[in-house]
């Protein structure tokens, strides 16, 4: 264990509690506050590169399996256990395409949209660069079992994570509400599967209580070292990018863990001196799903040095309650009310004078068959960033020359329901539907345009 160089700590300043990187019980939650706590480093105890770039150096020498993952060429940055704990895949092998018919449609220049396509990783989501962090965690300190609740893409990943480094795993996701792709995997790698009466919110509060009163290590991003992993998104576009940084991150906002890990990421590369400028963010909730949208842009919660006003918080989850209020997006990834990163996600906006806004479903998949028709395609939670960048666009908030990085966080396949349906059933613009032809030469020949 780097003992001297990492520790976890508190992220209430009147808290600020510090534990070391052992610890792992009561849902990573701070023992003395309860409040969410951060991984952190003795930053002078890291031997870090002068430069980024010397990062992007090690793939030269990707036989080594640490160099080739996406994650850990970038170790020393996320520098909280020795390699012989630290568990790989082959995750983080992700493309930033720069796009230009998809900058189009949200009205930006040519040479200035790139996409982030985070579906290429070993289960086709982000969610792997946080797994190899966190089971990498997981093995430093012994843990057998392992548990999280879900929309879909961390009970894959964690499934596939979980046999690769044989911990046992259970996943609960709320019945009904998880695209087929997703279920299909956690069963497929052999997680325990338990469907609960219920929504994600529902699952997220059980399976608290479940990791605690059993002492199954949690991965959900409640877990600060899965965010370490997942910091490395931005590692990647910025290394992609020639080392340079773009103006503007785009991501979805559901649990809001990798907005939260984005703006700690941008944060310790400031302080180490290692970028000059830190990008803004925009942090795009479903309309059906929208809780950091109402309480940022209407309710006004801010991070204030981490004094974040709790009761505004506590009066919205009362209403949400009193309203027996259950999310629903098609975007299912995101369909969340109550994410369990909320503060982290202010302290981010807060770093990255971030901006929230909410896209509806029509905008959602509208945005999903442009990126599918000129670019590599992705799930619809990952379209809500085109959707929320081309009303940003519409608004002047960003613009059509500024450089802009989407996040697309998970592969097209993950709901191939949400796609047929936009096609086969005509709803949108950009529908695309399968024509019906008898078994005819002639026919068939006629019908090809
Ligand atoms: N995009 C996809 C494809 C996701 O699966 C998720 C979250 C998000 C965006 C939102 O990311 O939580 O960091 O704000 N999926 C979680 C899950 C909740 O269980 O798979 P976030």
Redesign the pocket.
Known sequence: MNADVAYQQCINPDCGARFDCGFAAGGFKCPKCGELMDTQYNWDKVKLPKKLSEFGQRWANRNNPLDFSGVWRFRELLNFCDDEYKVTIGEGQTVLQQNDAVAKYADMKSGCLFLQYEGLNPSG???DNGMTAAFSHAKMIGAKSCV??????????MALYAHSCGLKSTVFIGSGRIAFG?LSQAMDYGSQTIQIAGD?DDCMRQVQDVSTKLGLYLL??LNPFRLEG?KTIMYRIIEQMGWEMPDWIV???????????FGKAFSELKQLGLIKRIPRMA?INAAGADTLTELVNNKKLVWDNGKVNQKIIGDYYADLTARNFSPHTC?S??E?SR?V?LKK?LRAIDVCNGVVRAVTDEQIVDAKAVIGKFGLGC?P??A?TIAGLKILRAEGEISSDERVACVL??HAL?DPNVTVNYHKEKQGEFSNPPIEAPNNLDEIIKLIS
């Open positions: 989501s982000f969610k999280c609740a879900s929309t879909g893409n961390t009970s894959a990943s997703k994600f959900n991003s997942q991501v979805p906002g559901g649990n809001l863990g990798n907005s939260s890990a942090i975007a990834a995101i969340i994410p990163n996600c799930e939670a990952s809500a966080t998970g993950k």
